[in-house]
């Protein structure tokens, strides 16, 4: 992948270099090589998929296409700073086309009105990664798993009021480097004491380490048994985060939609439900994930959009760049502590 980027897009001009001067100096010349010749699909225009879109144009990629079949609404004006107030009734990709791509001349920003479900598998194929945000599970799944045979990078994320979440599938061999501060060897013989003989970090020098992580599938992370002992052990460590995912997607697939703040007592009386019936199915507690979250997952949230928008950005850019260790394989933030967590999910 490095090397066919590499071929396609080998220099970069004076004009990039003076306007991602910055970027360049924080992780490298090579790694900004590898973003330039980067496509990267990005499917939902909501709230999320404004921050998203954002940190990739300001970062550089090559290409960014912006696929939404969905209308403006006054709803999706509160949260999508990327869409003017006067274009409610329009297509969310294409009124999102020109703030997005005034960010940075230098990137193909495209739009696409069409609906992700309506696309034939060739259409991914033409990207290095493909992030998905307000899409069923059963169409992530689809893609993720189409993609992960064509070795193109797989995103996808939400927001539900106080809470988001983040996942990603780089493959089963991601290679990616890592800065590391610089161990200087001892050079002391016996008769120097055992200090001398002790290996010292140089805090002024460091060195790149080359590394690999290994990821699964979408399908593999949510289909995790939890009646096996290990599973077993391991649950008080789980995120309860991971159980309300499940329990969001299933709304979301019964719905067709996620839940509405117009309709709060009847969403509610639903997500009960319906997270009865996931850990049922999941064969956890039921007082696994207690009933609270109800209230505080309705609608998207701005500055929840801007945290994990940001997250989500930055591990498109360390994949893309194979630069720095990536998120393996779930983030997952709640607004309401105002903290967030990364774990793993799916088969060692």
Not at 234 to 239: A, D, E, F, I, V
Not at 298 to 309: D, H, I, L, Q
């Amino acid at each position: 992948m490095i090397d066919m980027i590499e071929k396609e897009d080998p220099v970069i001009s004076e004009e990039e270099a003076a306007q991602y001067d910055r970027q360049i100096r924080l992780w490298g010349l090579d790694a900004q090589k590898r973003l330039r010749g980067s496509r990267v699909l990005l499917a939902g225009l909501g709230g999320l998929g404004a921050e998203v879109a954002k940190n990739l144009i300001l970062a550089g990629v090559k290409a960014l296409t912006l696929l939404d079949h969905e209308q403006v609404t006054e709803e999706s004006c509160r949260a999508q700073f990327l869409v003017p107030v006067t274009a409610q009734g329009q297509n969310r990709a294409r009124a999102s086309l020109e703030r997005g791509q005034n960010l940075n001349p230098m990137v193909e920003v495209h739009a696409d009105p069409d609906r992700i479900e309506d696309k034939p598998d060739d259409f991914f194929l033409q990207f290095d990664a493909v992030c998905l945000t307000g899409c069923s599970r059963d169409l992530m799944v689809r893609v993720d798993q189409l993609c992960s045979q064509h070795n193109i990078k797989v995103f996808c994320g939400d927001v539900y009021g106080y809470y988001g979440y983040m996942f990603c599938n780089l493959g089963q061999e991601h290679n990616y480097v890592e800065e590391k501060l610089k161990v200087v060897k001892p050079t002391g013989n016996s008769s120097d004491g055992p200090e001398a003989k002790k290996a010292k970090v140089d805090p002024n020098e460091t060195t790149m380490v080359k590394k690999m992580a290994s990821f699964c599938t979408l399908k593999e992370a949510l289909e995790v048994d939890w009646t096996t002992e290990k599973a077993k052990a391991g649950m008080k460590r789980t995120p309860v985060d991971y159980f309300m995912l499940h329990v969001l997607l299933k709304f979301r697939t019964d719905k067709g939609r996620d839940p509405d703040p117009q309709s709060f007592p009847e969403d509610s009386q639903l997500l009960r439900q319906i997270r009865d019936d996931v850990l049922e199915a999941l064969a956890v507690s039921s007082d696994l994930l207690n009933e609270d979250f109800i209230s505080y997952c309705f609608s998207e949230m701005s500055p929840v959009c801007a945290v994990v928008g940001g997250v989500l950005g930055q591990e498109v850019v360390k994949a893309l760049s194979q630069r720095d260790a990536p998120h393996r394989n779930f983030f997952f933030f709640d607004g309401r502590k105002g903290n967030g967590v990364v774990d793993y999910f799916g088969p060692n």
